[in-house]
């Protein structure tokens, strides 16, 4: 597990982060550390849609595997298609779940002890590839499955949202904008992702208490 105080005496270094990393208090990122391959295809069923929503359709498609665990490559490329579709998989991310399964027969997509040595760019590189895999998809990937602590995803909203309000802007930063900022930020950028979106959090629930008065 990374040192996430030595993380946070970094970024408060950073006079925009620091009154937002005090307010929040110590880094409560926990990586969930599964297979590569379990990761990607929990994303794609979360991909556009609700959360619960997401949980319910992975919980059918395990219940189709009569083994412990979560439903192997193999058992997914043996299924018909209708039967993920039958638990309310599109017919675009059935595709992109064979492709993922696909990929990690052939070996594309690492195990979870083979990532372990490969750098952060070239697994970017190597698994955007595979259909329906994204970078945002595969940042998700390196920051909240594989632990890597020098992932910032600037093409995610609420990281430049979380920008956006701790500065007082009136338009979120483009990406390439926000990650020359983030040089700074180094090698702790996940860390400050992740207080960005804590700060993209507030801001939500000060416009829900707006709304609501």
């Known amino acids: 597990m990374a040192d996430w105080l030595a993380a946070e005496r970094r970024l408060l270094r950073d006079k925009t982060l620091r009154p937002l990393i005090k307010r929040v208090g110590p880094c409560a990122l926990e990586p969930v550390l599964r297979d590569p391959y379990e990761a990607l295809v929990s994303a794609i069923a979360h991909q556009q849609v609700h959360a619960r929503a997401a949980e319910a359709i992975l919980g059918r498609f395990t219940a189709l595997y009569q083994l412990e665990g979560f439903p192997s490559p193999r058992f997914v490329l043996d299924l018909p298609p209708e039967a993920l579709r039958g638990c309310g998989f599109s017919g675009s991310k059935v595709a992109a779940i064979r492709d993922i399964a696909e990929k990690t027969v052939g070996g594309l997509v690492p195990t979870l002890e083979e ?63 926000l990650a020359a900022i983030g040089e700074a930020w180094k090698p702790w950028r996940s860390i400050a992702a992740w207080y960005l979106w804590r700060a993209s959090d507030e801001g939500k629930k000060v416009k829900a208490k707006t709304v609501g008065a």
């Open 115 to 177: 990532a372990a040595d490969i750098p952060d760019d070239k697994l970017i590189e190597r698994l955007v590839a595979i259909r329906g895999v994204g970078r945002w998809t595969v940042e998700m990937l390196l920051i909240f499955t594989l632990g890597r602590t020098d992932i910032l995803p600037v093409d995610d909203f609420g990281v430049r949202d979380g920008w956006k309000l701790i500065t007082g802007a009136e338009e979120q930063l483009k990406p390439k904008e």
